[in-house]
């Protein structure tokens, strides 16, 4: 079939939104026509360049909500009309992996994924007869996308899609690492760096968890506003003198859960410096530049400060996004809060300009 989509010719180039071919699913995979799909920090990465790991052209594109409208012969879990979401963090259910609760890295079809393919390490996106990699295992800025059923979450028909969407990376990747991957605990305090969607989540879910006080970290004020909305019960300008001032208002002791979500690593050390002696837990969840360092002090470590890392939040996506998406239903998440521009898919480009401006918090691509 005939899509249209937005297109990573050349790298540090603008996007082309242009027809493309989709071949029909085959085996377990899906075909989903998209209805919503968050820009995200990541595609904007992808297309400068810069991350290593790139490769053109293919269809960017991963925070993804849509319809199912045709499945491959051996889907198991899935039907014409399903509403799901789009996971580039997948869940098989059977790897030794997604066996284990301790963690959320699925592998069954990492490698492949990894280098722009769908699991048999062929592509459905074609221009021409020349093959088109898929980008993350989504490639949801287009109108339909062809994902293997284990990389798709299930959820509520009653969600409005544009806002189910945001469940498919930053949303839940905030709202996981204080829910999954820290477990913040009742009556806790939390301090999170970064008030941008991650961190934003980050306050949802201690707030979620009943953290007794909940404090965000940002440069800029408008954020920190946002930031009481969605329930911090403090928030500071930040800057050089943070830690001290965690320290200070924690008796000297610092924090219970401290979570970075900025990228800088200079943000990073902070959240270590600033997690309490004995029992504190510092989730990294910020993507750092390529190279870049975290420089930790290590008696902190031995006086029982503890580091950690979240990849989406720690979330095995098919089971606890649907769970996510009832909480939002059920008014506990304002997910609509976060979104600060709907535009059209030829309008993608754009939605990085505003990204690039710290304009809003997401840009979500609505589908006719
Ligand atoms: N781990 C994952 O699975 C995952 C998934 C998505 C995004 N990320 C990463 O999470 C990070 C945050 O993403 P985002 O979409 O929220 O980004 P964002 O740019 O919207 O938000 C970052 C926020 O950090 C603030 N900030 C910058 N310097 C600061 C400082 N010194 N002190 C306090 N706050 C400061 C900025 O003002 C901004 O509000 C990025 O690095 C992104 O790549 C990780
Ligand atoms: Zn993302
Ligand atoms: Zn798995």
Request: aromatic share 4%.
């Amino acid at each position: 079939m005939k899509i249209r989509a937005a297109v990573l010719e050349q790298f540090g180039q603008p996007l082309n939104v242009t027809e493309l071919d989709l071949a029909e699913p085959r085996g377990r995979e899906v075909l989903v026509r998209l209805a919503a799909c968050g820009v995200c920090h990541t595609d904007m990465y992808t297309a400068s360049g810069v991350d290593p790991s790139g490769y053109a052209p293919t269809v960017l594109g991963h925070e993804g909500a849509g319809v199912v409208e045709a499945v491959g012969p051996d889907v198991r879990d899935l039907a014409v009309g399903d509403h799901v979401v789009t996971l580039f963090s997948p869940q098989c259910r059977e790897c030794e992996h997604c066996r284990s609760p301790k963690t959320n890295l699925c592998t069954a079809i990492r490698e492949q994924q990894n280098l722009g393919f769908l699991p048999d390490g062929t592509t459905r996106l074609s221009r021409e007869g020349e093959p088109i990699r898929h980008f993350m295992g989504t490639s949801t800025f287009a109108t339909h996308t062809v994902m293997p059923e284990i990389a798709l979450a299930k959820v509520s028909p009653e969600a409005p899609l544009e806002a189910a969407c945001l469940f498919a990376c930053g949303l839940s990747t905030g709202i996981g690492a204080a829910m999954h991957t820290a477990k913040v605990e009742e009556g806790s305090t939390v301090v999170v760096f970064g008030a941008g969607m991650v961190g934003l989540g980050a306050v949802v879910g201690a707030r979620l968890r009943k953290a007794g006080r909940i404090v965000c970290v940002d440069l800029a004020e408008e954020r920190l506003a946002m930031a009481r909305h969605h329930g911090a019960t403090e928030t500071w300008l930040g800057g050089e003198g943070t830690v001290e001032r965690a320290l200070a208002e924690t008796g000297g002791m610092g924090a219970d859960y401290t979570f970075e979500a900025t990228g800088n690593v200079a943000v990073m050390r902070q959240a270590v410096e600033a997690a309490r002696m004995g029992w504190g837990l510092a989730t990294m969840c910020g993507v750092a530049g390529k190279g870049e360092t975290l420089d930790i002090v290590p008696r902190l470590l031995i006086t029982g400060r503890r580091v950690c890392g979240s990849s989406f939040g720690g979330m095995k996506g098919r089971d606890q996004v649907p769970q996510l998406v009832d909480r939002y239903l059920a008014g506990e998440i304002d997910v609509d809060a976060f979104i600060s521009h709907r535009i059209a898919l030829d309008q993608v480009n754009e939605g990085f300009e505003l990204m690039h401006r710290q304009d809003g918090i997401r840009s979500v691509i609505g589908f006719a």
